[in-house]
């Protein structure tokens, strides 16, 4: 629906909102404001990048991985190469988690980089609400009652040693 002013109506221009970016050029990802924290919403996982600038990182380094979160604060997070996250277990969430970089079972050559193996990353965070009463083997037992979030993906190229 399009609203038009009345011919004698005063009509105010736009009210024009100030945002203020705080940019991390950390890890070649531009960050933008951080998301409300809301403890009534799952949390969601809004931007997600891995890797030094350019996404390049070298084998055996510990890569950042930069993220912003919405809604309810994490309790844990994942990261795998796989989509499903086969093997990947959840650990206690960090502000800044990393990840070890290795170029075995890469996904392609680095478009650029003809040393380096573009691998791809999948990241997950969950929010534990409180416990919930299940019944297992005829006993009631108290296990977590968690929110997952949804999955954002990144590529990093990783590229040997130097001197490998």
């Given at each position: 629906m399009i609203l038009h002013p009345q011919p004698n109506s005063v009509v105010s221009p736009p009210v024009r909102f100030r945002l203020i970016r705080l940019i991390a050029l950390c890890g070649g990802?531009?960050?933008?404001?951080?998301?409300?924290q809301d403890p009534r919403q799952p949390p969601v996982v809004v931007q997600f990048a891995a890797g030094e600038?350019?996404?390049?990182?070298?084998?055996?380094?510990?890569v950042p991985l930069l993220h912003r979160v919405a809604g309810a604060r994490p309790t844990h997070f994942r990261v795998s190469r796989r989509t499903d996250f086969g093997g990947a277990s959840w650990r206690p969430y960090q502000e800044r988690p990393t990840w070890q970089a290795t170029r075995a079972g890469a996904d392609a050559p680095c478009r650029d980089r003809a040393e380096g193996s573009l691998v791809r990353l999948h990241f997950q965070v969950r929010t534990v609400l409180g416990e919930q009463v299940r019944v297992v083997d005829g006993?009631?037992?108290?296990?977590?009652?968690?929110?997952?979030?949804n999955v954002l993906s990144a590529a990093v190229c990783v590229i040997?040693?130097?001197?490998?």
């Open positions: 990802l531009a960050l933008g404001p951080t998301p409300p600038p350019l996404g390049v990182a070298r084998e055996g380094s510990e006993r009631r037992v108290l296990t977590p009652l968690t929110s997952e979030s040997p040693r130097s001197g490998s």
